[in-house]
């Protein structure tokens, strides 16, 4: 390949993981307001913390059950297409919560977000997938996970002010309009690499037209190092969750920080979080262009990184703030580490099947978002947040424990 074409196809890729990289950030700040907004929310009109679970958790009850139909749609649905759909759907969809005042309205505005987030990261590891070789991918996908951790550390704060500026309700309307910007951005920006290539488009081969049969999705849930990344990405998300739902409710509420306190020392966590999972990638991949086994450069971060997620319990044995912060960033940090789980998906994935696989992982993991806030606001009920903590580092090691015993020899499953 001459230096011109590869200058061009290193741009074109810088130019994919940038938009894959912003659109997770706008995914998550839509994901993240209803936490930034539920101490001012709840105290307005009158819900409680088992209220608030329930709004919480009604955004992962549609994610979780839509992933599976929204991988196979992303097995057939153009990206360019797709992703500009979903992004105006769920924008709209956060806009509407600043008009809303009813319990019923919100849950029903969370779970038709739920509905339309569900095909991103699926279609993200498929777009990945088809740009990025093998050995550039986990950087490829701790580049554009990093938009979660980087995204939140700074536009927490940002929220907080947009909230203390315009209320509550404006934050999500602020929200809502930002996405559907983006949404037009990315449908004239993103091209597929078929369409950047200079192939005639009568010479590129026909691609082969897959057929979904329902034995597919039976062949998902037949193996038992699939069973290992879903359980694990179901313990990795636990610790997300609580960052993305009850983290502002926790240090205001529970710990006595200033909402100035919960804007910036709180998003320090989240900026570990960012530092882990570009560690992760750019550490796997090293290791794997150095001949270390899969086993070692893929699993590793994995299981480190959940491992330090354990410090997370250490928070109710201390008062400081300082110390407070500091655990809790160890913490994030490690699930920052673990983050490049999605590796496996194209690892492990039967042959056609990246994306029905991406969404039983996805599936998995995002019941998180539907069983970790309702049992986190039972437990705080009472007004003591400590074995709240202790359920997410139990979470963390049963994460650890499936990758270290359930996956097994890191090789792509044959369908026979």
């Known amino acids: 390949m001459s230096t011109d074409k590869s200058h061009q196809k290193s741009k074109e890729r810088f130019k994919v993981l940038t938009l894959i990289f912003l659109s997770v950030v706008i995914n998550y700040m839509d994901r993240s307001n209803m ?18 679970g329930y709004i919480f958790a009604a955004f992962g009850v549609t994610y979780a059950l839509m992933q599976i139909p929204g991988g196979i749609l992303v097995d057939y649905v153009k990206p360019r297409i ?31 977000i739920g509905v339309f987030e569900a095909p991103s990261y699926p279609a993200n590891n498929k777009i990945v997938t088809a740009w990025f070789s093998e050995e550039e991918r986990a950087s490829a996908i701790a580049a554009y996970t990093s938009g979660q951790f980087i995204g939140l550390a700074f536009l927490t704060p940002v929220l907080l002010m947009i909230q203390a500026s315009f209320g509550w309700r404006g934050l999500f309307i602020i929200s809502g309009l930002i996405g559907i910007v983006w949404a037009a951005i990315w449908y004239f920006v993103y091209r597929d690499p078929s369409d950047v290539n200079e192939v005639p488009k009568e010479d590129r081969p026909k691609k082969e037209v897959v057929v979904f049969e329902w034995k597919n999705l039976k062949e998902a849930f037949s193996h038992k190092k699939l069973w290992g990344i879903y359980i694990g990405q179901f313990c990795l998300g636990g610790l997300l969750i609580f960052f993305l739902t009850w983290f502002p409710t926790y240090l205001m509420e529970f710990k006595g920080f200033s909402t100035l306190k919960t804007g910036f020392l709180g998003s320090i966590p989240y900026i570990f979080a960012f530092f882990g999972v570009l560690i992760s990638g750019t550490l796997s991949d090293f290791l794997v262009r150095k001949g270390v086994s899969k086993e070692i450069s893929r699993k590793a971060p994995i299981i480190t990184g959940m491992l330090l997620s ?24 490690g699930n920052g580490l673990a983050s490049i789980t999605w590796v496996f998906v194209s690892l492990l994935a039967p042959e056609r099947m990246v994306g029905l696989v991406g969404g039983c992982f996805n599936f998995i993991g995002g019941l998180s978002g539907v069983i970790v806030p309702i049992i986190i606001g039972y437990l705080v009920e009472g007004g003591d947040f400590k074995p709240a903590l202790l359920f997410i580092g139990m979470l963390a090691l049963i994460g650890l424990s499936s990758y270290l015993f359930l996956v097994g020899k890191v090789e792509q499953i044959e369908v026979k």
């Open 35 to 52: 936490a930034v907004a539920a101490p001012l929310l709840s105290a307005e009109l009158g819900f409680t913390t088992v209220h608030m």
């Open 82 to 112: 797709l992703y500009p759909f979903i992004l105006t759907a769920w924008s709209l969809a956060t806009l509407v919560q600043g008009f809303v005042s009813s319990i019923a309205a919100l849950i029903g505005c969370r779970m038709a």
């Open 310 to 333: 354990t410090s997370i319990v250490g928070a109710n044995y201390v008062e400081s703030e300082f110390a407070v912060i500091a655990l809790l960033s160890l913490a994030f940090f």
